[in-house]
């Protein structure tokens, strides 16, 4: 079975920084898309950022481009989103996720079986 546990969120001032972390378990962690969404209160869950199985490849929602960045170590299991130049709007529970199947690479939720818990990211303003 896959797990994936979030880390990293917490409350941060407006224009600060945080980095979030990602670690599956349960297969091998190197065949597999794995992307970054959000959810704010009262909105439906958003597509953040997406990086291939090998880390060459990577999508950004056009709100973060140029502020977030993500990034896997594949030794470690892990992914990354380095978040910078925070907005109050970019206050959500972030998730991470990833496709059941090894070719899929998107932005479309439907495609990711596998979620995370969530880890709160708060922006103060």
């Known amino acids: 079975q896959v797990q994936l546990v979030e880390s990293g969120g917490g409350l941060v001032q407006a224009g600060g920084s945080l980095r979030l972390s990602c670690t599956a378990s349960?297969?091998?962690?190197?065949?597999?898309?794995m992307a970054w969404f959000r959810q704010a209160p009262g909105e439906e869950r958003e597509f953040v950022a997406a990086?291939?199985?090998?880390?060459?490849?990577?999508n950004y929602s056009y709100s973060v481009r140029g502020r977030f960045t993500i990034s896997r170590d594949n030794a470690k299991n892990t992914v990354y989103l380095q978040m910078n130049s925070l907005k109050p709007e970019d206050t959500a529970v972030y998730y991470c996720?990833?496709?059941?199947?090894?070719?899929?690479?998107?932005?479309?939720?439907?495609?990711?079986?596998?979620w995370g818990q969530g880890t709160q990211v708060t922006v103060s303003s």
């Open positions: 996720a990833t496709p059941e199947a090894k070719n899929y690479f998107s932005v479309a939720q439907a495609g990711y079986e596998y």
């Open positions: 349960g297969r091998t962690f190197s065949g597999y898309a």
């Open positions: 990086i291939n199985w090998s880390g060459d490849v990577s």
